[in-house]
C-alpha cells in the first residue's frame, strides 16, 4: 500500500483475508504493538535472535534468525508477504530492510529513517549537520588513538559510545585524560557492546542535566490523503545516574517555551525523516539552559509506557494504525500519570518470578506490565509499573512508595 491512501478494512486472521504485521525484533514495545494489532484481528509475525521473546508469546508465528543477516531476514519478509514491517530494535540489518523497501513492502517508518536513527554517528551527523539542530559537541573515533584525540577536543569528562547499541551498554564516562592503555581498553570495551561490526565510537561532552524529556511524534494519514504530523504531550523522565531510564510521567510541568522548542524540534526532525508511525524524540535539558536532542527511536519509546495510562490511544496503538495507513483521530489526554521501570540485579536467572504484587496491585490505580523475559542478566529491564494520579506528583508518589516491594528472582520468596 502506498502513502495517499488511507486503509478502509480489515480481514480475519489466519485465512486468505488477513492483514498481517512482521515485527523485526520482539521485546516488550513489540508485544505492547502486538496486544493492539490483536484488538484489530491483524495477524501478528515476530522475529528475533532469541526464541520466547516477550513479543512471540502474543504471535500466530514466530522466526528465531540471526538479524544481522540479510538473507535470514529477506527470506522470511518474502514467505510471509506482511502488509507493514515493523522495526523494533537496533539490531537489524538495514541494508537488507532497503533491498525489501525498493522490492516493494512497507517498511515503517522507512528504510533510511531505520538506519539513520538506529547509528548514533548518521544520526549525529543528521541532526546536526543536516538540520543543524543543537546536540552535544561530539567526535567520531576509529581507533583508540582517535579516542585519545576525541577526548582532549571534546573535553572531560565525556562519554564513550558503541555506534550502535542501547539502553546504556558499552556507554563509559571519562572524568580526567587517561593513560593509552585506558584509552584502548575503554574504545574496545565499547566495541564488545556494539551492535553489527563496526569499529566507530561516539565521543559526546558529559553535561549535567536539569530534565530530559522525550516528545512522541507521529506521522498518519488522513481519510482524505493528507499526511498529518503530530506530538503528543511531552513526557519528562529520569535515570538517576544510570545511562537507561527509571522513571516517566505525562505531562511535563515544565515552562511552556521550554516545551514548545522540544515540539518544534521533534516536528523538524519526524517531517524530514517521514514515513509513518511513531518516532521518539529524546531532548537533554542542562543546568546552563541548552535543550539539546539527543537520540531518535524510528518507533515507540520505553518512557512512554505511560501512555497507557494517560491517554486514550497509547503510542503502542497509534503506531499500528500509522503503520496499516488507518487513521488517527485526535489524541486525548485522559489523566496525569508515570511509569518507573523494573530492572533485574542478577545474572542468569531462568524462568524469574517476580514477587510484591499484593502489597504493589492494592494501591489505587497502579498497575503493572511483566514482560515475560526468559531470563535475566544485571541491569535487563523486565517490568514496569505505571499508575494514574490527579497531577503526576500523585502518580509518581504511588509508584515510589510500591517499587521497592517488587523483587525479580529465582523462584523463592525470600
Same mark, same amino acid.
Given at each position: 500500500?502506498t502513502?495517499?491512501?488511507?486503509?478502509?478494512?480489515?480481514?480475519?486472521?489466519?485465512? *486468505?483475508?488477513? +492483514?498481517?504485521v %512482521?515485527?523485526?525484533?520482539?521485546?516488550?514495545?513489540?508485544k505492547?504493538?502486538?496486544?493492539?494489532?490483536?484488538?484489530?484481528?491483524i495477524?501478528?509475525?515476530?522475529?528475533?535472535?532469541y526464541?520466547?521473546?516477550?513479543? #512471540?508469546h502474543?504471535? =500466530?508465528?514466530?522466526?528465531?534468525?540471526n #538479524?544481522f543477516?540479510?538473507?535470514?531476514i529477506?527470506e522470511?519478509?518474502? /514467505?510471509?508477504s506482511?502488509?507493514?514491517i515493523?522495526?523494533?530494535?537496533?539490531?537489524?540489518?538495514?541494508?537488507?530492510?532497503?533491498?525489501?523497501?525498493?522490492?516493494g513492502y512497507?517498511?515503517?517508518?522507512?528504510?533510511?529513517?531505520?538506519?539513520?536513527? #538506529?547509528?548514533? +554517528?548518521? %544520526? /549525529?551527523?543528521?541532526l *546536526?549537520g543536516?538540520?543543524?539542530?543543537?546536540?552535544?559537541?561530539? $567526535?567520531?573515533?576509529s581507533?583508540?588513538?582517535?579516542?585519545?584525540?576525541g577526548?582532549?577536543?571534546v573535553?572531560? @569528562?565525556?562519554?564513550?559510545?558503541?555506534?550502535m547499541?542501547?539502553?546504556?551498554?558499552?556507554?563509559? +564516562?571519562v572524568?580526567?585524560?587517561l593513560?593509552?592503555?585506558n584509552?584502548?581498553?575503554v574504545?574496545?570495551?565499547?566495541?564488545r557492546h556494539?551492535?553489527?561490526?563496526?569499529?566507530?565510537?561516539?565521543?559526546?561532552?558529559?553535561?549535567?542535566?536539569?530534565?530530559?524529556?522525550?516528545?512522541?511524534t $507521529?506521522?498518519?494519514?488522513? @481519510?482524505?490523503?493528507?499526511v498529518?504530523?503530530?506530538?503528543l504531550?511531552?513526557?519528562e =523522565?529520569?535515570?538517576? !545516574?544510570?545511562? =537507561?531510564?527509571?522513571?516517566?510521567?505525562? @505531562?511535563?510541568? /515544565?515552562?511552556?517555551?521550554?516545551? !514548545?522548542?522540544? /515540539?518544534? &524540534?521533534?516536528m523538524?526532525?519526524?517531517?524530514? %525523516? !517521514?514515513?509513518?508511525g511513531?518516532y521518539?524524540?529524546?531532548?537533554?535539558?542542562?543546568?546552563? !539552559?541548552?535543550?539539546?536532542? *539527543?537520540?531518535?527511536? @524510528?518507533?515507540p =519509546?520505553?518512557?512512554?509506557?505511560?501512555? %497507557?495510562?494517560?491517554?486514550?490511544?497509547?503510542?503502542?496503538?497509534?503506531?499500528?494504525?500509522?503503520?496499516?495507513?488507518?487513521?488517527?483521530?485526535?489524541?486525548?489526554?485522559?489523566? *496525569?500519570?508515570?511509569?518507573?521501570?523494573? &530492572?533485574?540485579?542478577?545474572?542468569?536467572?531462568?524462568?524469574?518470578?517476580?514477587f510484591?504484587?499484593?502489597?504493589?496491585?492494592s494501591?489505587?490505580?497502579?498497575?503493572?506490565?511483566? $514482560?515475560?523475559?526468559?531470563s535475566?542478566?544485571r541491569?535487563?529491564? #523486565?517490568?514496569?509499573?505505571?499508575?494514574?494520579g490527579?497531577?503526576?506528583?500523585?502518580?509518581?508518589?504511588?509508584?515510589?512508595?510500591?517499587?521497592?516491594?517488587?523483587?525479580?528472582?529465582?523462584?523463592?520468596?525470600?
Amino acid at each position: 500500500m502506498t502513502i495517499g491512501r488511507c486503509r478502509d478494512f480489515l480481514g480475519t486472521p489466519l485465512s *486468505s483475508t488477513s +492483514v498481517k504485521v %512482521l515485527l523485526l525484533g520482539g521485546g516488550e514495545i513489540g508485544k505492547e504493538v502486538a496486544l493492539e494489532a490483536h484488538k484489530l484481528g491483524i495477524e501478528v509475525v515476530v522475529v528475533d535472535r532469541y526464541d520466547n521473546a516477550p513479543a #512471540m508469546h502474543v504471535a =500466530h508465528r514466530k522466526y528465531v534468525v540471526n #538479524m544481522f543477516e540479510s538473507n535470514a531476514i529477506k527470506e522470511v519478509v518474502r /514467505r510471509e508477504s506482511p502488509d507493514a514491517i515493523i522495526p523494533e530494535i537496533e539490531a537489524v540489518n538495514t541494508e537488507a530492510l532497503k533491498e525489501l523497501e525498493l522490492e516493494g513492502y512497507n517498511i515503517i517508518p522507512n528504510a533510511e529513517a531505520v538506519k539513520i536513527c #538506529m547509528n548514533r +554517528v548518521d %544520526l /549525529r551527523n543528521f541532526l *546536526s549537520g543536516v538540520l543543524g539542530l543543537p546536540t552535544t559537541n561530539y $567526535f567520531i573515533a576509529s581507533d583508540e588513538d582517535e579516542v585519545i584525540k576525541g577526548c582532549d577536543k571534546v573535553g572531560y @569528562p565525556c562519554i564513550v559510545k558503541p555506534e550502535m547499541s542501547s539502553s546504556g551498554h558499552g556507554h563509559v +564516562v571519562v572524568n580526567t585524560p587517561l593513560n593509552d592503555r585506558n584509552y584502548y581498553e575503554v574504545y574496545w570495551n565499547a566495541l564488545r557492546h556494539s551492535r553489527g561490526s563496526s569499529h566507530r565510537v561516539i565521543i559526546e561532552e558529559f553535561v549535567k542535566l536539569d530534565a530530559e524529556f522525550t516528545v512522541l511524534t $507521529f506521522r498518519s494519514l488522513r @481519510p482524505n490523503g493528507e499526511v498529518r504530523t503530530e506530538t503528543l504531550e511531552p513526557i519528562e =523522565h529520569w535515570r538517576y !545516574g544510570k545511562f =537507561h531510564y527509571i522513571e516517566s510521567w505525562q @505531562p511535563s510541568n /515544565r515552562p511552556e517555551e521550554v516545551l !514548545g522548542r522540544c /515540539r518544534e &524540534y521533534s516536528m523538524k526532525v519526524v517531517n524530514t %525523516l !517521514g514515513g509513518m508511525g511513531v518516532y521518539g524524540i529524546e531532548l537533554f535539558l542542562t543546568n546552563d !539552559g541548552r535543550l539539546l536532542v *539527543s537520540e531518535v527511536a @524510528p518507533r515507540p =519509546h520505553d518512557t512512554g509506557f505511560v501512555t %497507557l495510562v494517560t491517554q486514550d490511544l497509547s503510542e503502542f496503538a497509534i503506531h499500528l494504525r500509522s503503520s496499516l495507513q488507518l487513521p488517527v483521530a485526535k489524541v486525548r489526554s485522559i489523566s *496525569s500519570g508515570a511509569s518507573y521501570a523494573i &530492572y533485574a540485579d542478577e545474572d542468569g536467572v531462568w524462568g524469574p518470578k517476580y514477587f510484591g504484587l499484593c502489597n504493589a496491585l492494592s494501591v489505587e490505580d497502579v498497575d503493572i506490565r511483566v $514482560f515475560g523475559k526468559p531470563s535475566t542478566y544485571r541491569g535487563r529491564r #523486565m517490568a514496569v509499573l505505571i499508575a494514574r494520579g490527579i497531577n503526576t506528583d500523585e502518580a509518581r508518589s504511588k509508584l515510589r512508595g510500591v517499587v521497592d516491594k517488587i523483587r525479580v528472582s529465582r523462584g523463592v520468596d525470600q
